[in-house]
């Protein structure tokens, strides 16, 4: 199974997006873009009419009403990841991604059980374990997230489990060896002064 390293961006505006991404340039095949509406979590970032780069791109949807943004911006990404937390139809919400032709992922916050998702495992790419509560850079990770990881694993061994939030050296290992295949990094890059340097640390772990 695949191991990758995909690198977190948030921002409040073009100028701040182009700074993170030129930041990570390089560093990472493919970009996390966090966008949040200040409502379902309490920041925002990118909630404004951006435009990016060519690169590989995964839209993160912390919001409410996510198939208005899927509606307009679907064609600016690879894939599309929603919360079943924001809606209560997310077999729509689903279709509504598949039918703009992009990948579908399923995220979940630290409280939410996986049984939340079950029935909808077979029709979308990736799950999304938030082992952080969602909403800015640097959160710290929590432990106890990972029995869910754990779970997810034992009952879906080809399924590609991702884990956002707080994934440093030390973490990447335990999220690693629970069961994660790929990882979201945040402020661990974006808040170093070599983030090549820190990005060979967390790969250096997932290459033993």
């Known amino acids: 199974m695949k191991k990758e390293i995909i690198a977190a961006i948030i921002a409040k505006s073009q100028q701040e997006l182009e700074q993170r991404i030129n930041k990570v340039k390089g560093i990472a095949k493919f970009m996390h873009l966090d966008v949040m509406d200040g409502k379902f979590v309490p920041t925002h970032s990118l909630d404004f009419n951006f435009k990016l780069p060519k690169a590989r791109y995964e839209a993160h949807l912390m ?106 050296p030390d973490t990447i290992k335990k999220a690693h060896d629970a069961g994660a295949n790929i990882f979201v990094v945040g402020s661990y890059l974006q808040n170093s002064g070599n983030p090549n340097a820190n990005r060979y640390r967390v790969y250096g772990y997932l290459n033993t």
């Open 63 to 168: 919001m409410y009403h996510p198939e208005r943004w899927i509606k307009k911006n679907a064609d600016k990404v690879d894939t599309i990841i929603f919360h079943t937390e924001e809606t209560n139809n997310p077999e729509e919400i689903i279709k509504l991604i598949k039918n703009e032709q992009k990948k579908v992922g399923i995220a979940l916050n630290p409280e939410t059980h996986v049984e939340r998702i079950k029935e909808y495992i077979k029709e979308i790419d990736k799950v999304i374990i938030m082992t952080v509560h969602p909403g800015k850079y640097g959160s710290k990770f929590l432990p106890q997230t990972l029995k869910k990881i754990k779970a997810l694993r034992k009952s879906y061994p080809k399924l590609d489990i991702e884990v956002d939030g707080g994934i440093n």
